[in-house]
């Protein structure tokens, strides 16, 4: 009991208590920082994606670069919906041939 009261008096449980409050706090606006840094890029990306807008022209498609390819198969991923390119990654289109071909179908079934 004696003990108690000594430790008490010290003020070091306080101090304890108060340390862990300022470090969740700490922790918890890390985290939100980070959900809206996430949330702002994914905006950005949005607004981009936006600016650009989408080309169904086959001869233009036919003379794009690569990363215009991608913007192209995102905008038809993420705003059009399209089935059949929600179901493939990027990562299995490595080669320009195949985002083009992926890109051309996806003009195709979005025609009607």
């Known amino acids: 009991m004696r003990q108690v009261r000594v430790i008490g008096a010290s003020g070091e449980n306080t101090r ?4 862990l409050i300022e470090d969740c706090q700490r922790q918890a606006l890390a985290t939100r920082q ?6 702002r890029k994914k905006h950005q990306e949005i607004d981009r994606l936006i600016a650009i807008g989408l080309i169904v022209d086959r001869s233009v498609v036919n003379c794009m670069t690569v990363p215009q390819l991608n913007d192209q198969l995102k905008i038809h991923k993420q705003f059009l919906k399209d089935e059949v ?13 195949l985002k083009l071909e992926a890109l051309l179908s996806a ?3 979005n025609e009607g």
């Open 16 to 19: 304890f208590r108060q340390e």
């Open 107 to 109: 003009i195709t079934r």
């Open 34 to 39: 980070k959900q809206e840094a996430a949330e």
């Open 85 to 97: 390119l929600a179901k493939l990654k990027q990562k299995d289109m490595k080669s320009k041939a």
